[in-house]
Protein backbone atom coordinates (compact mmCIF):
# COMPACT_ATOMS: atom_id res chain seq x y z
CA UNK A 1 0.00 0.00 0.00
CA UNK A 2 1.25 3.39 -0.54
CA UNK A 3 2.67 5.11 1.92
CA UNK A 4 0.47 7.47 3.96
CA UNK A 5 0.42 11.31 2.83
CA UNK A 6 -2.50 12.73 3.94
CA UNK A 7 -0.93 16.43 3.53
CA UNK A 8 -1.71 15.72 -0.29
CA UNK A 9 -4.06 18.53 -0.84
CA UNK A 10 -2.46 20.95 0.85
CA UNK A 11 0.99 20.30 -0.74
CA UNK A 12 -0.70 19.82 -4.57
CA UNK A 13 -2.45 22.68 -3.75
CA UNK A 14 0.23 25.39 -2.39
CA UNK A 15 1.77 24.24 -6.00
CA UNK A 16 -1.39 24.81 -7.96
CA UNK A 17 -4.43 26.08 -6.55
CA UNK A 18 -7.07 24.89 -9.05
CA UNK A 19 -8.70 21.53 -9.58
CA UNK A 20 -9.95 19.85 -12.54
CA UNK A 21 -13.91 18.83 -11.39
CA UNK A 22 -14.68 15.73 -12.19
CA UNK A 23 -17.25 15.87 -15.02
CA UNK A 24 -19.42 12.31 -16.32
CA UNK A 25 -19.39 12.28 -19.79
CA UNK A 26 -16.42 14.70 -20.18
CA UNK A 27 -13.11 13.76 -18.12
CA UNK A 28 -12.09 10.92 -19.84
CA UNK A 29 -8.40 9.86 -19.36
CA UNK A 30 -7.86 11.58 -23.24
CA UNK A 31 -9.41 14.57 -21.75
CA UNK A 32 -7.44 14.55 -19.19
CA UNK A 33 -4.35 14.23 -20.93
CA UNK A 34 -5.04 16.98 -23.19
CA UNK A 35 -5.52 19.40 -19.80
CA UNK A 36 -2.10 18.26 -18.83
CA UNK A 37 -1.00 20.46 -21.39
CA UNK A 38 -2.19 23.28 -19.41
CA UNK A 39 -2.39 21.67 -16.37
CA UNK A 40 -0.39 20.25 -13.59
CA UNK A 41 -2.79 20.56 -10.81
CA UNK A 42 -5.19 18.17 -9.21
CA UNK A 43 -8.20 16.12 -11.75
CA UNK A 44 -10.44 14.16 -10.95
CA UNK A 45 -11.77 10.94 -12.67
CA UNK A 46 -15.77 10.81 -13.78
CA UNK A 47 -17.94 9.90 -11.07
CA UNK A 48 -17.99 6.11 -11.00
CA UNK A 49 -20.73 3.74 -8.96
CA UNK A 50 -18.85 2.03 -6.20
CA UNK A 51 -20.97 -1.33 -6.21
CA UNK A 52 -19.92 -1.71 -9.97
CA UNK A 53 -16.09 -1.31 -8.60
CA UNK A 54 -16.40 -2.88 -5.64
CA UNK A 55 -17.58 -5.70 -7.83
CA UNK A 56 -14.52 -5.25 -10.20
CA UNK A 57 -16.68 -4.84 -13.20
CA UNK A 58 -14.96 -3.84 -15.81
CA UNK A 59 -17.69 -1.58 -17.32
CA UNK A 60 -17.04 0.60 -14.13
CA UNK A 61 -13.29 -0.03 -13.41
CA UNK A 62 -12.55 1.61 -16.90
CA UNK A 63 -13.82 4.88 -15.18
CA UNK A 64 -10.63 4.16 -13.02
CA UNK A 65 -8.10 4.47 -16.09
CA UNK A 66 -5.51 6.58 -16.60
CA UNK A 67 -3.38 7.29 -19.46
CA UNK A 68 0.59 8.01 -18.83
CA UNK A 69 1.44 11.27 -17.20
CA UNK A 70 -2.38 11.41 -15.69
CA UNK A 71 -1.22 12.40 -12.45
CA UNK A 72 -2.19 13.48 -9.55
CA UNK A 73 -5.37 12.11 -10.23
CA UNK A 74 -8.59 11.86 -7.97
CA UNK A 75 -10.80 8.56 -7.85
CA UNK A 76 -14.56 9.71 -7.50
CA UNK A 77 -17.00 6.78 -6.83
CA UNK A 78 -20.66 7.57 -5.68
CA UNK A 79 -23.40 5.70 -4.00
CA UNK A 80 -25.13 5.66 -1.00
CA UNK A 81 -24.02 1.63 0.37
CA UNK A 82 -21.25 2.35 2.94
CA UNK A 83 -20.45 -1.54 3.13
CA UNK A 84 -19.57 -1.22 -0.98
CA UNK A 85 -16.44 1.58 -0.12
CA UNK A 86 -13.88 -0.37 1.14
CA UNK A 87 -14.00 -3.80 -0.93
CA UNK A 88 -14.10 -1.07 -4.30
CA UNK A 89 -11.44 0.67 -2.86
CA UNK A 90 -9.30 -2.31 -2.84
CA UNK A 91 -10.32 -2.63 -6.09
CA UNK A 92 -9.16 0.30 -7.13
CA UNK A 93 -5.95 0.26 -5.51
CA UNK A 94 -5.17 -3.24 -7.00
CA UNK A 95 -6.73 -1.84 -10.51
CA UNK A 96 -4.07 1.30 -10.80
CA UNK A 97 -3.93 2.93 -7.86
CA UNK A 98 -5.06 6.60 -7.88
CA UNK A 99 -3.62 9.24 -5.82
CA UNK A 100 -6.42 9.90 -3.73
CA UNK A 101 -10.47 9.61 -3.42
CA UNK A 102 -13.15 11.25 -3.79
CA UNK A 103 -17.21 10.60 -2.58
CA UNK A 104 -19.77 12.45 -4.45
CA UNK A 105 -22.10 14.14 -2.05
CA UNK A 106 -23.16 17.09 -4.56
CA UNK A 107 -24.51 14.80 -7.64
CA UNK A 108 -28.34 16.11 -8.87
CA UNK A 109 -28.80 13.21 -11.08
CA UNK A 110 -31.84 10.70 -10.91
CA UNK A 111 -29.37 7.56 -11.20
CA UNK A 112 -26.81 9.03 -7.96
CA UNK A 113 -29.81 9.87 -6.10
CA UNK A 114 -31.53 6.66 -6.28
CA UNK A 115 -28.49 5.13 -5.25
CA UNK A 116 -28.85 6.60 -1.76
CA UNK A 117 -25.19 8.56 -3.36
CA UNK A 118 -24.42 12.19 -4.74
CA UNK A 119 -27.19 14.73 -2.89
CA UNK A 120 -29.24 12.44 -1.36
CA UNK A 121 -26.57 12.05 1.11
CA UNK A 122 -27.22 15.82 2.01
CA UNK A 123 -30.29 14.50 3.16
CA UNK A 124 -28.78 11.36 5.43
CA UNK A 125 -25.56 12.70 7.52
CA UNK A 126 -25.42 9.08 9.83
CA UNK A 127 -24.97 7.67 6.38
CA UNK A 128 -22.15 10.46 5.28
CA UNK A 129 -20.62 9.78 8.69
CA UNK A 130 -20.65 5.87 7.84
CA UNK A 131 -19.56 6.54 4.71
CA UNK A 132 -16.50 8.95 5.20
CA UNK A 133 -15.34 6.56 8.28
CA UNK A 134 -15.73 3.06 6.08
CA UNK A 135 -13.14 4.64 3.60
CA UNK A 136 -11.00 6.25 6.14
CA UNK A 137 -11.09 2.76 7.59
CA UNK A 138 -10.07 1.33 4.04
CA UNK A 139 -7.20 2.88 2.90
CA UNK A 140 -4.13 5.06 4.06
CA UNK A 141 -4.52 7.08 0.42
CA UNK A 142 -5.63 10.50 0.82
CA UNK A 143 -9.52 11.53 0.32
CA UNK A 144 -12.21 14.53 -0.11
CA UNK A 145 -15.70 14.54 0.37
CA UNK A 146 -17.38 17.10 -2.76
CA UNK A 147 -20.56 18.14 -0.86
CA UNK A 148 -23.12 21.05 -2.11
CA UNK A 149 -24.67 23.77 0.52
CA UNK A 150 -27.56 21.49 1.37
CA UNK A 151 -30.71 20.09 0.03
CA UNK A 152 -32.53 23.52 -0.18
CA UNK A 153 -31.95 27.04 1.11
CA UNK A 154 -33.90 26.39 4.48
CA UNK A 155 -31.64 22.79 4.96
CA UNK A 156 -28.09 23.75 4.70
CA UNK A 157 -25.75 21.25 5.96
CA UNK A 158 -22.52 22.07 4.64
CA UNK A 159 -20.96 22.87 8.40
CA UNK A 160 -22.44 19.56 9.75
CA UNK A 161 -21.00 17.72 6.79
CA UNK A 162 -17.77 19.19 7.36
CA UNK A 163 -17.60 18.85 11.31
CA UNK A 164 -17.88 14.96 10.10
CA UNK A 165 -15.61 14.89 7.48
CA UNK A 166 -12.88 16.37 9.98
CA UNK A 167 -13.76 13.86 12.85
CA UNK A 168 -13.57 10.83 10.23
CA UNK A 169 -10.78 11.55 8.94
CA UNK A 170 -11.39 13.09 5.46
CA UNK A 171 -8.15 15.56 4.11
CA UNK A 172 -10.54 17.52 2.19
CA UNK A 173 -13.43 19.15 1.15
CA UNK A 174 -14.94 20.65 -1.73
CA UNK A 175 -18.00 22.82 -1.61
CA UNK A 176 -20.13 23.57 -4.74
CA UNK A 177 -21.46 26.59 -3.21
CA UNK A 178 -25.27 25.85 -4.41
CA UNK A 179 -28.17 24.04 -3.01
CA UNK A 180 -29.64 20.84 -4.75
CA UNK A 181 -32.81 22.77 -5.62
CA UNK A 182 -30.26 25.33 -7.31
CA UNK A 183 -28.45 22.44 -9.80
CA UNK A 184 -26.09 24.55 -11.65
CA UNK A 185 -27.71 28.24 -11.95
CA UNK A 186 -28.33 30.66 -9.18
CA UNK A 187 -25.87 32.37 -6.93
CA UNK A 188 -23.21 31.02 -5.85
CA UNK A 189 -22.71 31.11 -1.78
CA UNK A 190 -19.49 32.85 -1.36
CA UNK A 191 -20.72 33.71 2.08
CA UNK A 192 -20.40 29.83 2.90
CA UNK A 193 -17.15 29.55 1.42
CA UNK A 194 -15.57 31.81 3.22
CA UNK A 195 -17.57 30.54 6.55
CA UNK A 196 -15.63 26.92 5.81
CA UNK A 197 -12.28 28.39 4.71
CA UNK A 198 -12.31 30.31 7.74
CA UNK A 199 -13.53 27.36 10.03
CA UNK A 200 -11.81 24.74 8.35
CA UNK A 201 -9.07 22.45 9.64
CA UNK A 202 -8.45 20.45 6.38
CA UNK A 203 -8.24 22.06 2.90
CA UNK A 204 -11.31 23.74 1.37
CA UNK A 205 -11.39 23.55 -2.50
CA UNK A 206 -14.38 26.17 -3.43
CA UNK A 207 -15.90 25.51 -6.64
CA UNK A 208 -18.81 26.83 -9.13
CA UNK A 209 -18.98 29.52 -11.93
CA UNK A 210 -15.35 29.74 -12.49
CA UNK A 211 -13.95 30.90 -15.39
CA UNK A 212 -11.54 33.63 -15.16
CA UNK A 213 -9.30 34.93 -13.51
CA UNK A 214 -12.42 37.45 -12.11
CA UNK A 215 -14.38 34.58 -10.99
CA UNK A 216 -11.41 32.70 -9.46
CA UNK A 217 -9.72 35.58 -7.59
CA UNK A 218 -13.26 36.36 -6.22
CA UNK A 219 -13.80 33.01 -5.17
CA UNK A 220 -9.89 32.91 -3.71
CA UNK A 221 -10.72 36.03 -2.00
CA UNK A 222 -12.92 33.99 -0.17
CA UNK A 223 -10.09 32.39 1.82
CA UNK A 224 -10.45 28.69 -0.08
CA UNK A 225 -7.34 26.65 -0.72
CA UNK A 226 -8.47 25.53 -3.89
CA UNK A 227 -10.33 26.52 -6.96
CA UNK A 228 -12.32 23.56 -8.63
CA UNK A 229 -12.92 24.47 -12.47
CA UNK A 230 -15.96 22.23 -14.17
CA UNK A 231 -17.93 23.91 -17.05
CA UNK A 232 -15.75 26.38 -18.39
CA UNK A 233 -12.59 23.60 -18.36
CA UNK A 234 -15.36 21.66 -21.27
CA UNK A 235 -15.23 24.77 -23.14
CA UNK A 236 -11.67 25.35 -23.24
CA UNK A 237 -9.29 23.11 -21.85
CA UNK A 238 -6.69 25.56 -21.61
CA UNK A 239 -9.09 27.98 -19.02
CA UNK A 240 -6.31 27.01 -16.57
CA UNK A 241 -3.29 28.34 -18.24
CA UNK A 242 -5.18 31.79 -19.34
CA UNK A 243 -6.01 32.05 -15.47
CA UNK A 244 -2.47 31.68 -14.31
CA UNK A 245 -1.56 34.09 -16.81
CA UNK A 246 -4.71 36.30 -16.17
CA UNK A 247 -5.53 36.21 -19.90
CA UNK A 248 -8.82 35.64 -21.63
CA UNK A 249 -10.09 32.46 -22.24
CA UNK A 250 -11.20 33.43 -25.47
CA UNK A 251 -8.62 33.77 -28.40
CA UNK A 252 -6.19 32.11 -25.52
CA UNK A 253 -4.80 29.83 -28.49
CA UNK A 254 -5.43 30.46 -31.94
CA UNK A 255 -7.80 28.52 -33.91
CA UNK A 256 -4.92 26.36 -35.87
CA UNK A 257 -3.94 25.91 -32.48
CA UNK A 258 -7.13 24.08 -31.77
CA UNK A 259 -7.20 22.47 -34.87
CA UNK A 260 -3.77 20.77 -33.61
CA UNK A 261 -5.84 20.02 -30.43
CA UNK A 262 -8.42 18.12 -31.82
CA UNK A 263 -6.08 16.25 -33.68
CA UNK A 264 -4.45 15.00 -30.64
CA UNK A 265 -7.93 14.20 -28.28
CA UNK A 266 -8.32 12.18 -31.24
CA UNK A 267 -4.97 10.52 -30.93
CA UNK A 268 -5.34 10.22 -27.58
CA UNK A 269 -8.89 8.48 -28.05
CA UNK A 270 -7.18 6.07 -30.14
CA UNK A 271 -4.30 5.15 -28.13
CA UNK A 272 -6.45 4.92 -25.04
CA UNK A 273 -9.52 2.86 -26.96
CA UNK A 274 -7.16 0.39 -28.29
CA UNK A 275 -9.20 -2.37 -29.92
CA UNK A 276 -12.48 -1.37 -27.67
CA UNK A 277 -14.77 -0.46 -30.67
CA UNK A 278 -17.53 0.48 -28.07
CA UNK A 279 -14.95 3.14 -25.96
CA UNK A 280 -13.75 4.65 -29.68
CA UNK A 281 -17.56 5.18 -30.28
CA UNK A 282 -18.21 7.30 -26.88
CA UNK A 283 -15.10 9.11 -27.25
CA UNK A 284 -15.92 10.04 -30.72
CA UNK A 285 -19.13 10.91 -30.17
CA UNK A 286 -17.16 13.10 -27.10
CA UNK A 287 -14.80 14.57 -30.12
CA UNK A 288 -17.14 15.64 -32.05
CA UNK A 289 -19.23 17.95 -28.56
CA UNK A 290 -15.52 19.23 -28.14
CA UNK A 291 -15.13 20.28 -31.16
CA UNK A 292 -18.78 22.31 -31.24
CA UNK A 293 -17.88 23.67 -27.57
CA UNK A 294 -14.22 24.99 -28.89
CA UNK A 295 -15.37 26.86 -31.76
CA UNK A 296 -17.61 28.94 -29.50
CA UNK A 297 -17.63 32.67 -30.46
CA UNK A 298 -15.61 31.64 -33.68
CA UNK A 299 -17.14 32.99 -37.05
CA UNK A 300 -19.41 30.23 -38.53
CA UNK A 301 -19.46 28.44 -35.56
CA UNK A 302 -22.91 27.36 -35.94
CA UNK A 303 -22.59 25.95 -39.47
CA UNK A 304 -19.43 24.17 -38.31
CA UNK A 305 -21.86 22.58 -35.90
CA UNK A 306 -24.05 21.01 -38.53
CA UNK A 307 -20.93 19.92 -40.24
CA UNK A 308 -19.63 18.25 -37.00
CA UNK A 309 -22.73 16.54 -36.82
CA UNK A 310 -23.67 15.64 -40.11
CA UNK A 311 -24.17 11.87 -41.34
CA UNK A 312 -23.49 11.28 -37.62
CA UNK A 313 -26.41 9.70 -36.90
CA UNK A 314 -25.88 5.25 -36.83
CA UNK A 315 -22.25 6.42 -38.46
CA UNK A 316 -21.10 3.70 -40.85
CA UNK A 317 -17.74 2.71 -40.04
CA UNK A 318 -15.61 3.88 -37.66
CA UNK A 319 -13.34 4.87 -39.94
CA UNK A 320 -14.93 6.02 -42.04
CA UNK A 321 -16.24 8.24 -39.28
CA UNK A 322 -13.08 9.46 -38.30
CA UNK A 323 -12.10 10.75 -41.66
CA UNK A 324 -15.31 12.86 -42.22
CA UNK A 325 -14.50 14.61 -38.49
CA UNK A 326 -10.66 14.91 -39.26
CA UNK A 327 -12.04 16.75 -42.53
CA UNK A 328 -14.43 18.74 -40.82
CA UNK A 329 -11.76 20.01 -38.24
CA UNK A 330 -9.93 21.76 -41.41
CA UNK A 331 -12.57 24.48 -40.06
CA UNK A 332 -10.09 25.41 -37.97
CA UNK A 333 -6.99 25.79 -39.88
CA UNK A 334 -9.02 28.40 -42.66
CA UNK A 335 -9.77 30.94 -39.88
C1 LIG B 1 -21.74 17.51 -17.65
C2 LIG B 1 -21.46 17.54 -16.18
C3 LIG B 1 -21.00 16.38 -15.56
C4 LIG B 1 -20.72 16.40 -14.18
N1 LIG B 1 -20.27 15.27 -13.58
C5 LIG B 1 -19.96 15.27 -12.26
C6 LIG B 1 -19.41 14.12 -11.62
O1 LIG B 1 -19.18 13.08 -12.24
N2 LIG B 1 -19.15 14.22 -10.29
C7 LIG B 1 -19.36 15.37 -9.56
O2 LIG B 1 -19.09 15.40 -8.36
N3 LIG B 1 -19.86 16.47 -10.15
C8 LIG B 1 -20.14 16.45 -11.48
N4 LIG B 1 -20.58 17.59 -12.07
C9 LIG B 1 -20.58 18.84 -11.31
C10 LIG B 1 -19.23 19.57 -11.49
O3 LIG B 1 -18.15 18.82 -11.01
C11 LIG B 1 -19.24 20.93 -10.76
O4 LIG B 1 -19.44 20.71 -9.40
C12 LIG B 1 -20.35 21.86 -11.27
O5 LIG B 1 -20.44 21.83 -12.68
C13 LIG B 1 -20.11 23.32 -10.81
O6 LIG B 1 -18.86 23.78 -11.25
P1 LIG B 1 -18.71 24.73 -12.57
O7 LIG B 1 -19.61 25.90 -12.35
O8 LIG B 1 -17.25 25.09 -12.60
O9 LIG B 1 -19.16 23.90 -13.72
C14 LIG B 1 -20.89 17.59 -13.43
C15 LIG B 1 -21.36 18.74 -14.07
C16 LIG B 1 -21.64 18.73 -15.43
C17 LIG B 1 -22.13 20.00 -16.08
Keep these: MLSSNRDFFRQQLSRNDLVAAPMAGVSTPPFRKILRDYFDGIAYTEMVSVEGVCRDNPASTIYLDMMEGDRPVVAQLFGGNSAAYAPAIAVAEAYNGPDAFDINMGCPVKKVIKSGGGCALLL ?52 HARTRTQM ?54 WVFQAIREQKATQGFISPSQIHALLLKLLDYSLLHAGTDMNKLGHYLNLLRKQAVWFSKGLPDAAQFRVEVFRGHAGSAEVSEGIAQLVDTFKFFKQL
Design 184 to 237: FGGAIHYEALAEMAANATIPVIGNGDVCDYASYKRMKDTGVDGVMIGRAMMHAP
Design 124 to 175: NLENVAQIVRAVRQATERPFSVKIRIGWEESKPVYREILDIAQSEGADAIIL
